[in-house]
C-alpha cells in the first residue's frame, strides 16, 4: 500500500513539474529574448557613451 502510494505521489509531482518547465520554456523564454534583443543595441550604447566620458589617463614622463 505505501508503494502504490509513493509511485502515485510520484507520478503527480513528475506532472506538475512537466506542466511547469513547459509554461517556462514556451511562454516566458520568447518574450524576454525579445526585449532582449531591443534593448541589446540602447545598452551598448549607453555604455559607449559612459565610457567615452570618462577621461583619460594622463601619463607621467619622468
Not at 503527480?12 to 543595441?41: E, H
Request: hydrophobic residues 40%; aromatic residues 0%; positive net charge.
Amino acid at each position: 500500500m505505501k508503494g502504490i502510494l509513493g509511485i502515485v505521489g510520484l507520478l503527480i509531482v513528475l506532472g506538475i513539474v512537466s506542466v511547469l518547465v513547459k509554461k517556462q520554456l514556451t511562454g516566458g523564454s520568447a518574450q524576454s529574448s525579445q526585449q532582449q534583443l531591443q534593448q541589446a543595441p540602447q545598452q551598448v550604447k549607453q555604455q559607449v557613451e559612459a565610457i567615452m566620458q570618462q577621461p583619460r589617463p594622463v601619463p607621467d614622463d619622468k
